[in-house]
């Protein structure tokens, strides 16, 4: 998994940027902004939005993590290699909550590109989203 994170920063998708605390700082916030709108969808009955909502929180609450070891990623992709490899690999979260932003991922783009979604994957997607923003939250060194 580590070739996969060096090969993302070989071709620019994943680069080097200086920890800026107040951005991951932001980054949490909006994670839990997303985290409420996904609950607020759920409860609507509005499962396409509570996934989409879901999966935006996880992206942010991930983006803060590795920002914290000092990169910033540019596509999905890359941004999981770097979840693997930076905490995954190291023993410090989940492999369980990684396979489930891969899912995540996979239910929002069916629920967005091909108009695919339900009740059942909402929930899943918030209870997903809400694990990984309270797992996030405990490596932060300022939460």
Known sequence: MRDRFETCLLKGRIVPVMPEWETI???ITEAGADLEAARRSQQSRDAKWAIVAAYSSM?????????VKGYQEKSDACLREAIDALYV???ALDPALLAGFREAEFLCNQAVYDGVYSEPGARW???????????????????
């Open 125 to 143: 997607a918030v209870s997903s989203a809400e694990a990984v923003l309270e797992a996030v939250r405990m490596l932060l060194p300022f939460e």
């Open 59 to 67: 992206v942010h609450s991930y983006r803060a993590l590795i920002q």
């Open 89 to 91: 690999e190291e023993g």
């Open 25 to 27: 700082h932001g980054m």
